[in-house]
């Protein structure tokens, strides 16, 4: 069947979609709102790996975990970054054959959920098998018929995931392990969807250190094994990036690896931006695959600064971070001008657990 043709819209006028780049002049900046509800991942003074998994559950309003999917000022800017990445690079999305079951499960479960949380911003309407799809923030709009990959310009993932903030990778369950089989993978931190792909759970995640010797990526899949449909969870995860460059794979290492050796303790509040990952893990349905979302935030380390409690912490991880994680994180060059910078920033108060920034 042919497609049907996408028909653009005019965007409507959204002051809240902000016009910056990730890229070149790099202008992304994070309004006070934005730097209130960054997910900082640190509940205590210091930080070593963990599962620390939760219920994603509707969290606090306007905070990052209030919906299944975050929309935020940055999501237009983030999906024209995306195209960018992907017109210069195909092969950042992937997909095994056997895994278009599981692209469909993830089609349905983005659009529905951003149709039903930001009504303002996307519609759906179905009549059994011909649906429409409304993208008012992109201008797109798209009829089509679920299940028949033809009638979209895109497979289902690579289509969804093109108006999705995050990666996504699709796990399929299968011989008591997860296999990273499907992917759109275009803000990762230093990792490579074109060599992972086909991967099972533990050979993907192999490169972490200290992490084997714990145990924690077993641990991690038998939980994950047993997740039951309807009862996604979370997990924050975290490194550092110099300038808010959302692509830094190894296939861009040389454009953006030297960026580290220019960071200077005049330059280093704006330039070195805490990266933090939430992840989120939904089980699909028809499939029985696991949908992974990578949502990457990010926040310079003088907007962090803005709130005393958040300088403090993260002056205490950063000064107390294992050397192996230093390596691991790519933080060893330019960590002691962070450090030194957050120094006079922290009074030593007592911060109290959790990640607040008050």
Same mark, same amino acid.
């Given at each position: 069947?042919?497609?049907?043709?996408?028909?653009? $819209? +005019?965007?409507?006028?959204?002051?809240?979609?902000?016009?910056?780049?990730?890229?070149?002049?790099?202008?992304?900046?994070?309004?006070?709102?934005?730097? #209130?509800?960054?997910?900082? &991942?640190?509940?205590?003074?210091?930080?070593?790996?963990?599962?620390?998994?939760?219920?994603?559950? &509707?969290?606090?309003?306007?905070?990052?975990?209030?919906? =299944?999917?975050? %929309?935020?000022?940055?999501?237009?800017?983030?999906?024209?970054?995306?195209?960018? +990445?992907?017109? *210069?690079?195909?092969?950042?999305?992937?997909?095994?054959?056997?895994?278009?079951?599981?692209?469909?499960?993830?089609?349905?479960?983005?659009?529905?959920?951003?149709?039903?949380?930001?009504?303002?911003?996307?519609?759906?309407?179905?009549?059994?098998? *011909?649906?429409?799809?409304?993208?008012?923030?992109?201008? $797109?709009?798209?009829?089509?018929?679920?299940?028949?990959? =033809?009638?979209?310009?895109?497979?289902?993932?690579?289509?969804? +995931?093109?108006?999705?903030?995050?990666?996504?990778?699709?796990?399929?369950?299968?011989?008591?392990?997860?296999?990273?089989?499907?992917?759109?993978? +275009?803000?990762?931190?230093?990792?490579?969807?074109?060599?992972?792909?086909?991967?099972?759970? $533990?050979?993907?995640?192999?490169? %972490?250190?200290?992490?084997?010797?714990? @145990?924690?990526?077993?641990?991690?899949?038998?939980?994950?094994?047993?997740?039951?449909?309807?009862?996604?969870? *979370? *997990?924050?995860?975290?490194?550092?990036?110099? /300038?808010? #460059?959302?692509?830094?794979?190894?296939?861009?290492?040389?454009?953006?690896?030297?960026?580290?050796?220019?960071?200077? &303790?005049?330059? %280093?509040?704006?330039?070195?931006?805490?990266?933090?990952?939430?992840?989120?893990?939904? #089980?699909?349905?028809?499939? /029985?695959?696991?949908?992974?979302?990578?949502?990457?935030?990010?926040?310079?380390?003088?907007?962090?600064?803005?709130?005393?409690?958040?300088?403090?912490? $993260?002056?205490?991880?950063?000064?107390?971070?294992?050397?192996?994680?230093?390596?691991?994180?790519?933080?060893?060059?330019?960590?002691?001008?962070?450090?030194?910078?957050?120094?006079?920033?922290?009074?030593?108060?007592?911060?109290?657990? @959790?990640?607040?920034?008050?």
């Amino acid at each position: 069947m042919t497609p049907a043709p996408t028909t653009a $819209l +005019t965007p409507a006028p959204t002051p809240a979609f902000r016009e910056e780049s990730f890229r070149g002049d790099y202008s992304f900046r994070n309004s006070p709102a934005a730097i #209130r509800r960054f997910p900082f &991942p640190f509940p205590q003074d210091e930080y070593m790996y963990s599962v620390n998994i939760e219920p994603h559950v &509707p969290g606090p309003a306007g905070s990052a975990v209030e919906h =299944a999917f975050d %929309v935020d000022e940055h999501y237009v800017a983030e999906c024209r970054d995306r195209a960018l +990445t992907l017109e *210069r690079d195909p092969g950042r999305f992937a997909s095994l054959p056997h895994m278009l079951d599981a692209e469909w499960d993830a089609l349905e479960l983005v659009m529905t959920s951003l149709a039903a949380d930001y009504p303002q911003h996307f519609g759906l309407q179905r009549d059994g098998s *011909r649906w429409h799809w409304t993208n008012r923030p992109l201008g $797109l709009q798209q009829s089509f018929t679920f299940g028949e990959a =033809a009638t979209l310009p895109h497979g289902p993932l690579e289509y969804v +995931t093109r108006q999705l903030q995050g990666d996504v990778v699709l796990l399929d369950q299968r011989e008591d392990n997860l296999f990273a089989d499907a992917g759109m993978v +275009t803000s990762q931190a230093d990792w490579s969807l074109a060599f992972d792909v086909g991967m099972n759970f $533990l050979q993907w995640h192999a490169p %972490v250190p200290l992490a084997p010797q714990m @145990g924690l990526f077993e641990r991690a899949l038998k939980y994950l094994l047993m997740l039951p449909q309807g009862r996604p969870v *979370r *997990r924050l995860n975290w490194t550092m990036t110099v /300038n808010p #460059r959302l692509d830094t794979a190894p296939e861009t290492y040389p454009e953006w690896g030297p960026d580290r050796a220019g960071v200077t &303790p005049e330059n %280093v509040a704006r330039k070195v931006h805490l990266r933090v990952e939430l992840q989120t893990l939904f #089980r699909l349905p028809r499939s /029985n695959a696991i949908f992974f979302g990578i949502r990457c935030y990010l926040a310079s380390v003088g907007e962090l600064a803005t709130y005393p409690r958040w300088a403090c912490r $993260l002056h205490r991880v950063l000064r107390t971070l294992p050397p192996p994680l230093q390596e691991y994180k790519g933080l060893t060059r330019y960590l002691p001008t962070v450090v030194q910078w957050l120094a006079p920033l922290d009074d030593g108060r007592v911060t109290g657990p @959790g990640t607040a920034p008050e």
